[in-house]
């Protein structure tokens, strides 16, 4: 299956966008962002703590619909899900 | 309309759009870049989620301040010093309406719309935080 990972702002500009990875079944959405967002340690440390958690600000959503960090850990992606990573808005 | 783009508007157009039957206020909203000591602004949306959450935004206005009319222009991309970044015109019957409806889309938009704004300066640039811890609320 294929998955789009998304990152915006200061995150994109450590990580890049429109990444496309294809994972297997049963992936679970933190563990593919970590994956991804390892490939750059100052990436990975602004969207991970110490301990592999999310970072507290950090907004998740798939398909376009917010996502709990919490609970990144237990939902699996699908094929041609859309996952956007980024820190808080700050428009207007 | 509701827009994120890269292109400015013409308010005058917009204004004059805005004067439905049974307007008697419009009000505009003109979020402009603020020299800050900073040699441009760079925007960046994810648009296709900033354009729903702004509609929801203007649906929910329209019904809860009986608005005539709502248009919300944020623009991206590159501006300088003066250049609009977020345009709101709204119409109502009364003014107690517009203006309340008009305050009501701006603070909705700081706090849910993911758009990001980037002060570019003459040392590098630095990413304007947010003014709400989390952002992008319950899509």
Do not use: C
């Amino acid at each position: 299956m294929t998955v789009k990972l998304r990152f915006f702002a200061r995150f994109r500009e450590l990580l890049g966008t429109d990444i496309i990875v294809e994972p297997h079944d049963g992936t679970l959405l933190a563990a593919l962002v970590a994956e991804v967002a390892r490939k750059n340690t100052d990436g990975y440390a602004a969207i991970f703590d110490e301990q592999g958690t999310f970072r507290e600000f950090v907004i998740l959503m798939r398909n376009g619909k917010r996502v709990e960090t919490a609970e990144a850990g237990t939902i699996t992606v699908a094929d041609g899900d859309e996952i956007a990573v980024f820190p808080p808005v700050a428009g207007g | 309309m509701i827009r994120v783009q890269a292109e400015d508007v013409n308010i005058g157009a917009l204004i004059e759009a805005a004067k439905r039957p049974g307007t008697g206020a419009v009000v505009l909203f003109d979020g402009i870049v603020r020299d800050d000591d900073i040699t441009e602004m760079e925007l960046e949306a994810y648009a296709e989620v900033a354009v729903a959450e702004m509609e929801k935004i203007a649906r929910a206005a329209t019904e809860q301040f009986r608005l005539l009319h709502v248009d919300i222009i944020h623009r991206i991309g590159r501006l300088r010093v003066g250049d609009n970044i977020l345009i709101i015109v709204v119409s109502a019957g009364h003014r107690p309406e517009a203006y309340a409806g008009s305050r009501y889309i701006i603070e909705e938009i700081k706090k849910s719309v993911p758009i990001w704004k980037k002060e570019l300066t003459k040392d590098g640039g630095r990413w304007v935080p947010g003014e709400h811890g989390h952002g992008a609320g319950k899509l």
